[in-house]
């Protein structure tokens, strides 16, 4: 978790193999500078990591390249650019890379078809990653693919096989004693407790992560304040929600459904104006994500199946506070 040693640590190495004139190293080395770089530095530095891995013929590198760019592309809205880089990264990694890659450009695959309504072929693409993922014991990375399973079977209805997942997450996460990898599967373990109907367990979850830390924080508690919700302890939920806001958001959180539970939690406590401002500004995100989807009507038309919650906080408000038309015009719309 110390992202500024390892940007130095790669930076040096960089140098060196930069002297020794190995192309396939350099490209090697670059990805994962991106990774703990200023985020504006991921294009220029995935850019010539892509370039030297062609210069040096290596396709183990440049598939890892090219997965890489889709997350970048994924996580800022660009859901076509994202298909279209993990698709040409898939069958390259799939042959040069090692199983915990192999996994997770799985999951990249199976979370766009998702996003995208394609929920038999997301399906498959999950069963995928976790039959590699399951023998695998220890490493980077492990934790987080566990979660990203989790949160990709619940959001496609396998709860049981999400529960188990998020719990491999959790242990996982504890083996590896870092806090970037605790905070990830308890904000996954956590969303899908609540919604199962088990929000004392989701708070406990919340509350054994001492020192949260990467992209994840807010979203944790976010799910802290729906835990306290649920159990009835409306003060506390809406501190928790007040204090949530003061976390800038990441680009690693599902923006709309963060939204979403701060208005929950503020209609549950009374709080109806500010939870009308959240819920309408959770939709105005997630609308802006549609737009950059797949350019095919039969893939958007199931976007936003996921995130028919989100919808559902905005409709069931406005109808509350007795804007019936602006409540039906949002029914329709979502």
Known sequence: GDLEAARLAW???????????????????????????AEGAA?????????????????GNRGLVLHSMSDVAYLRGQWSRAQALVDEALP????????????????????????HGRNDVAMKAYLNAR????????????????????????????????TDAARRAVDAAASS????????????????L?????????????????????????????????????????????????????????????TPMNLAGLAEVRRLAGERDLAVRDAREAVGVLERLRENSIPFD???AGFDEGFSWVHGRLVRLLAETGHEVEALEASERA
């Open 43 to 59: 294009d220029g530095l995935l850019s010539r990591a892509l370039a030297l891995a062609q210069q040096a013929g290596s396709e």
């Open 92 to 115: 390259l990694v799939v042959v040069h890379g090692t199983p915990i890659e192999v996994v997770r450009v799985h999951l990249s695959q199976a979370r766009l078809h998702r996003s």
């Open 298 to 300: 039969r893939l958007k």
């Open 177 to 192: 004693g870092n806090n970037i990898d605790a905070t990830v599967a308890a904000y996954v373990s956590s969303f899908i």
């Open 11 to 37: 930076e040096q190495s960089l140098t060196q193999f930069e002297g020794a004139s190995d192309l396939e190293t350099q490209s090697f080395v670059l990805r994962p500078l991106s990774f703990v770089s």
């Open 131 to 162: 039959a590699p993922l399951s023998p695998i014991n220890r490493g980077i990375g492990v934790s987080q693919a566990w979660a990203t399973l989790a949160s990709g079977l619940y959001f496609l209805g396998a709860v049981t096989d999400a």
């Open 194 to 254: 609540i919604r199962s109907g088990h929000a004392a367990d989701a708070l406990d979850v919340v509350e054994s992560v001492s020192k949260p830390e990467g992209g994840a924080e807010r979203g944790l508690m976010v799910n802290r304040a729906l835990a306290l919700s649920a159990l009835g302890r409306h003060a506390e939920a809406l501190k928790v929600a007040a204090a949530s806001e003061q976390i800038e958001g990441s680009i690693l959180e599902a």
